[in-house]
């Protein structure tokens, strides 16, 4: 089990969508994907990947993932995240739709 900690940018995401009723669905979403996450970082439905268009915050040669919240979406969410910055921590840089 990861514990998860989320940098600013994706806090800020979540409180903005949280605050929206017509995201209710999505922040459901959002959360199952960090439960996931948490256990699990290799879950199949999370469909993790390298994600190479963002620097680690740690560890400039350390990898950042991209996880699937939504599929089959226009501008389906994603999370970024990496592992850090201590042993079994999860940092979530961002929780965005897909670019």
Request: aromatic share 10%; hydrophobic share 35%; net charge positive.
């Amino acid at each position: 089990m990861f514990a998860l900690i989320l940098a600013h940018a994706a806090q800020e995401d979540l409180e903005h969508l949280e605050h929206s009723p017509r995201d209710a669905g999505l922040v459901k979403q959002i959360k199952k994907a960090l439960r996931f996450l948490q256990t699990n970082p290799r879950h199949p439905s999370l469909q993790t990947h390298v994600f190479h268009s963002l620097e680690h915050p740690y560890s400039p040669r350390e990898k950042v993932f991209e996880a699937y919240i939504q599929q089959h979406t226009p501008s389906a969410y994603r999370l970024f995240w990496c592992y850090g910055p201590t042993k079994n921590q999860i940092t979530i840089i961002a929780i965005t739709p897909h670019p």
